[in-house]
């Protein structure tokens, strides 16, 4: 019981795909992209996020449509030209899409004041009195917690590509591999327009 139930956690796959996977990932994008606003955080990539130069709603709704967009029509693209099965476009960009959900709880989190802070920082400071700031190491600590957030996102993505395009061993991996490295790169070069 207690093995389904950390399989479930891992790869929600199983139980939810398709339409009803975009629908829900759908929803949490809104709802993403409505915390990340409120809480000041930028997702400047696939793997990367922080203040930025923009605060426009525009900008946030843009970041999380390519956040989302991207990876999920790499993905698409290389499920057709690998895998033998018939392969669904509502399946991968259901998945990836509800792949992305825990980027609410991870926006809830830098709501937190150790990361709002880091709104505030001079990083342009020299490095001497940069380390002086006040609550630099705890915000550092706090921005290291929500590497789990995306460690989470990343688990669920690489069982969103396997389930939706029946990916398995070398050709999975080294698909995923290309697509997160490639889709951060790619999204980072769109993403920047918005500044």
């Known amino acids: 019981m207690m093995d389904n139930k950390l399989n479930l956690c891992l790869n929600p796959f199983v139980k939810i795909a398709g339409g009803k996977a975009l629908l829900w990932g759908v929803l949490g994008i809104v709802v993403a ?7 000041g955080f930028h997702y400047h990539g696939l793997l ?14 843009v ?26 476009i509502v399946d991968v960009f259901g998945t990836v899409a509800f792949a992305q959900l825990p980027f609410i709880l991870m926006n809830l989190f830098t709501l937190l004041p150790p990361m709002q802070r880091l709104n505030t920082l001079d990083f342009d400071l020299p490095p001497s009195q940069l380390l002086n700031q ?18 989470w996102i990343l688990v669920w993505m690489y ?9 398995k061993g070398t ?10 490295i490639g889709s951060d790169a790619l999204c980072r070069i769109l993403i920047r327009l918005c500044y």
Do not use: Q
């Open 159 to 167: 069982n969103a590509l396997k389930v939706s395009c029946n990916l």
């Open 171 to 180: 050709k999975l991996g080294v698909l995923y591999t290309i697509v997160i």
């Open 48 to 61: 990367h996020f922080g203040p930025a130069p923009n605060d426009a709603w525009w900008c946030y709704v």
């Open 134 to 151: 006040p609550g630099l190491l705890v915000t550092l600590w706090f921005s290291l917690i929500s590497i789990v957030f995306l460690v």
């Open 63 to 88: 970041e999380h449509l390519v956040v989302w967009l991207v990876p999920a029509l790499l993905f698409f693209i290389g499920g057709l030209l690998l895998s033998t099965s018939r392969i669904r």
């Open 33 to 39: 992209t409505a915390t990340s606003w409120y809480s």
